[in-house]
């Protein structure tokens, strides 16, 4: 009797053109991997899967069986989603994220992800949105928060919050009272985001000016290196005003009344279609919740400075 276990594999294998591949998104072995694949063939009579130069692809009768292997595992999952018990929602989810949701809400979703599918595991990879999204494609991550909307083909996007971009200071610096200019600004290094990021090619154009001298841009991948920078007074950092709500409370940190305009940051979870997204799709919509009550939140706070 066919199994459920055996048709993901197969489902998984084709998907990822391998049966490494399909070990890792399964988290199990590629022996074990084999054994399904040869069991459902022996089952089904008939060879589904080609294996060439490491590269596995289906025969024509197994690109008939992706048809109904796609429809069963849907249907599963939303058997589960409808009628199952939460904890029944069980598995890795394998979850990239952008450090912008590290520094305000992701442990409260984590948080709730444990309360409400104890069942579900995550792993958690943090980088910058380009690789995030290259590994969201390739299918080494399920569901990423990034800077989007992803345009790539097969990708589903849901906003979970835009969040504004602050020039944000060190009091040492002096330039917490009243306007301050470009040409002010640009007297201090500005850091921010990693090059190859939307943040930091906004910056650039943004003190691209010809009355302006050549700014100096230190970039990092690390936020916390950018918040001790600009505490330091090391320079002016721009970057969300969410990310250092504490440093505003306490004062290490002043949000600059300047006329530069940066459009803010729109921040997605992004997952690719697949049949058995119901999961990536319920912790995508809790994400969404969290993120835009943790915005109403801040707001307010955020607003007396």
Do not use: C
Not at 63 to 83: C, D, F, P
Not at 156 to 165: E, G, K, Q, S, T
Not at 177 to 186: F, I
């Amino acid at each position: 009797m066919l199994d459920f276990r055996s048709i993901e594999t197969f489902l998984w294998v084709v998907k990822l053109g391998s049966f490494r591949g399909a070990a890792a998104r399964l988290n199990t072995t590629q022996p074990a991997i084999s054994q399904r694949i040869a069991q459902l063939e022996r089952e089904m009579g008939v060879k589904l899967l080609n294996r060439d130069h490491r590269v596995a692809s289906p025969t024509p009768s197994g690109r008939q069986m992706m048809v109904y292997a796609e429809k069963l595992i849907g249907l599963r999952a939303q058997m589960m989603a409808e009628i199952g018990d939460r904890s029944a929602m069980r598995g890795v989810m394998r979850l990239g994220v952008a450090e912008t949701i590290v520094h305000t809400w992701l442990p409260r979703l984590v948080k709730s992800v444990n309360e409400i599918y104890p069942n579900l595991s995550l792993e958690i990879e943090v980088d910058i949105t380009p690789n995030l999204s290259a590994r969201l494609l390739a299918q080494e991550i399920e569901l990423a928060f990034v800077v989007g909307p992803l345009s790539a083909s097969g990708v589903h996007n849901r906003v979970l919050a835009d969040y504004p971009i602050g020039f944000l200071a060190s009091p040492s610096l002096g330039l917490g009272k009243g306007p301050v200019t470009p040409a002010e600004l640009a007297r201090f290094p500005i850091i921010t985001f990693p090059r190859k990021t939307k943040p930091y090619e906004v910056v650039r154009e943004v003190f691209d000016r010809p009355e302006l001298p050549p700014i100096r841009l230190h970039a990092s991948a690390s936020l916390a290196t950018v918040i001790h920078m600009a505490v330091e007074g090391l320079g002016i950092a721009v970057i969300p005003d969410a990310i250092v709500e504490n440093e505003l409370a306490d004062g290490r940190l002043q949000l600059l009344d300047t006329d530069l305009a940066i459009t803010p940051l729109t921040f997605t979870a992004s997952w690719l279609a697949s049949p058995d997204v119901v999961a990536v799709e319920r912790v995508a919509e809790l994400a969404r919740q969290i993120a835009q009550s943790s915005l109403a939140v801040d707001a307010p706070a955020l607003a007396g400075h």
